[in-house]
């Protein structure tokens, strides 16, 4: 079956640093581009970063420069380091496939599905 777990976050203050992990199984990890998204409080789930199968990346405006995605293929592992954290990053931070990625940001494949989220918290 297809997982997609993602583990990591926690409660931060702002300017601090979490790096969050993606452990995937059920499926050939290197032959998708996997990405990040999350989902505050009454806003609709966004899009943050994603990486290509070649390790190209696409970062949200609003997180660019401060976050970077990477992926380990042997551990079938995607990272998201995530520095100078604001509280408006609060949120569930979830992992999935990518159908595609262009300049304008990256499109989940849910099909595969989400998995379980992790709460990050940046609060004074």
């Known amino acids: 079956d297809v997982q997609l777990q993602a583990s990591g976050g926690g409660l931060v203050q702002p300017g601090g640093s979490l790096r969050l992990s993606c452990a995937a199984s059920?499926?050939?990890?290197?032959?998708?581009?996997i990405g990040w998204f999350r989902q505050a409080p009454g806003k609709e789930r966004e899009g943050i970063s994603c990486?290509?199968?070649?390790?190209?990346?696409y970062s949200a405006d609003s997180v660019k420069g401060r976050f970077t995605i990477s992926r380990d293929n042997a551990k079938n592992t995607v990272y998201l380091q995530m520095n100078s954290l604001k509280p408006e990053d609060t949120a569930v931070y979830y992992c999935?496939?990518?159908?595609?990625?262009?300049?304008?940001?990256?499109?989940?494949?849910?099909?595969?599905?989400w998995g379980k989220g992790t709460l990050v918290t940046v609060s004074s």
């Open positions: 990486i290509s199968i070649n390790g190209g990346t």
């Open positions: 999935a496939t990518v159908i595609r990625m262009n300049w304008a940001g990256c499109y989940p494949n849910t099909v595969m599905g």
């Open positions: 059920g499926f050939r990890f290197d032959d998708y581009a």
